[in-house]
């Protein structure tokens, strides 16, 4: 029996395209027990995939606050021990980070990653026993199934296949059609307009479509409440669990994101997703799955409302 483990400690968007990864293991190997190293904040997400056996906490984070804490330094001693309970067959990188680098080598067993060309930081990459170079264009999920196929040996099937599937939807959500828009973004330099949003939702409501307007942090709120007021219909939720979110991204007739991990949650789950890019390139991060995407805009040219709704032509010609 085979023991890999998956060190993609963060972020939403980041281990959600780890999945395909995952997925393909679990097809290659079905008998190969799959530990995957997470961010605490998203461990919740990893237990949504089967094909994970177990998911390991790093909480770096609360760590780093709580560093003069006996309870801090009693949590990373056990993570450290959770990976070296037994060697792995191959310990798995995705990130390319430092940080990320130095968990792999916490545990016992051979460490394949990027090489100094693809690597966030180049440090990273004389830290890995086996490395892989790709072009900046490749999308993510290419280059995190590729450094697994090449560790463990095997030929990933061609669809891409993230393995989960939408809980139901959460009692606030509304009866469909409904189409959840994306306002929120942890970089405030991608954002998009407000004016823009609302002259979307405008023209989805003029169709009979119900826009709901989730949110995470209070300024975030207040953007879902400014937008809700210029608008008839729309639904301001409450604060969202991933498994809430994914419940209410999995039954929606559609999905409008700027370039967040919600978006690609949508397109994890098949659902028609448009990415909406003013201040990131698609290229490698471009909504991707077994259910319709597109996108629009680039760094420093974010899209009009008239493409958006153009796109969403394209993945949900019944909205638009």
């Given at each position: 029996?085979?023991r890999?483990?998956?060190?993609?400690?963060?972020?939403?968007?980041?281990?959600?395209?780890?999945?395909?990864?995952?997925?393909?293991?679990?097809?290659?190997l079905?008998?190969?027990v799959?530990?995957?190293?997470?961010?605490?904040?998203?461990?919740?997400?990893?237990?949504?995939?089967?094909?994970?056996?177990?998911?390991?906490?790093?909480?770096?984070?609360?760590?780093?606050?709580?560093?003069?804490?006996?309870?801090?330094?009693?949590?990373?001693?056990?993570?450290?021990?959770?990976?070296?309970?037994?060697?792995?067959?191959?310990?798995?990188?995705?990130?390319?980070?430092?940080?990320?680098?130095?968990?792999?080598?916490?545990?016992?067993?051979?460490?394949?990653?990027?090489?100094?060309?693809?690597?966030r930081?180049?440090?990273?990459?004389?830290?890995?026993?086996?490395?892989?170079?790709?072009?900046?264009?490749?999308?993510k999920?290419?280059?995190?199934?590729?450094?697994?196929?090449?560790?463990?040996?095997?030929?990933?099937?061609?669809?891409?296949?993230?393995?989960?599937?939408?809980?139901?939807?959460?009692?606030?959500?509304?009866?469909?059609?409904?189409?959840?828009?994306?306002?929120?973004?942890?970089?405030?330099?991608?954002?998009?307009?407000?004016?823009?949003?609302?002259?979307?939702?405008?023209?989805?409501?003029?169709?009979?479509?119900?826009?709901?307007?989730?949110?995470?942090?209070?300024?975030?709120?207040?953007?879902?409440?400014?937008?809700?007021?210029?608008?008839?219909?729309?639904?301001?939720?409450?604060?969202?669990?991933?498994?809430?979110?994914?419940?209410?991204?999995?039954?929606a007739?559609?999905?409008?994101?700027?370039?967040?991990?919600?978006?690609?949650?949508?397109?994890?789950?098949?659902?028609?997703?448009?990415?909406?890019?003013?201040?990131?390139?698609?290229?490698?991060?471009?909504?991707?799955?077994?259910?319709?995407?597109?996108?629009?805009?680039?760094?420093g040219?974010?899209?009009?409302a008239?493409?958006?709704?153009?796109?969403?032509?394209?993945?949900?010609?019944?909205?638009?």
């Open positions: 029996m085979k890999i483990l998956l060190v993609r400690l963060s972020s939403l968007g980041d281990v959600l395209h780890t999945f395909p990864a995952a997925t393909d293991l679990r097809h290659a079905p008998d190969a799959l530990d995957w190293a997470v961010e605490e904040a998203y461990v919740p997400l990893v237990r949504m995939h089967p094909g994970v056996t177990r998911a390991l906490p790093f909480a770096l984070r609360r760590w780093r606050g709580e560093w003069y804490r006996p309870r801090a330094w009693r949590e990373l001693a056990a993570f450290a021990s959770a990976l070296r309970e037994q060697p792995y067959d191959a310990i798995l990188d995705t990130q390319g980070l430092l940080k990320s680098a130095l968990v792999a080598k916490l545990a016992r067993g051979p460490v394949h990653g990027f090489g100094p060309g693809t690597a930081e180049r440090l990273a990459a004389r830290l890995y026993d086996a490395t892989s170079e790709f072009a900046p264009a490749e999308h999920i290419a280059r995190y199934r590729a450094v697994a196929a090449r560790a463990l040996g095997y030929t990933p099937r061609p669809a891409v296949d993230y393995g989960i599937v939408a809980p139901p939807a959460p009692a606030f959500a509304p009866r469909p059609p409904y189409c959840v828009l994306l306002h929120a973004t942890a970089r405030a330099a991608k954002l998009w307009s407000e004016p823009a949003w609302v002259e979307l939702a405008r023209a989805l409501e003029a169709r009979g479509v119900v826009c709901v307007l989730p949110w995470g942090a209070d300024e975030e709120r207040a953007r879902s409440a400014r937008l809700a007021a210029a608008l008839s219909r729309a639904v301001v939720p409450p604060r969202l669990s991933l498994e809430d979110a994914a419940g209410l991204i999995g039954h007739a559609a999905v409008i994101g700027v370039d967040t991990g919600l978006m690609h949650l949508a397109a994890a789950l098949a659902v028609p997703v448009v990415g909406v890019f003013c201040d990131s390139e698609p290229l490698d991060a471009r909504p991707l799955g077994a259910g319709r995407a597109a996108y629009r805009g680039g760094v040219a974010p899209p009009t008239a493409a958006v709704l153009d796109a969403l032509r394209e993945v949900a010609p019944g909205l638009a």
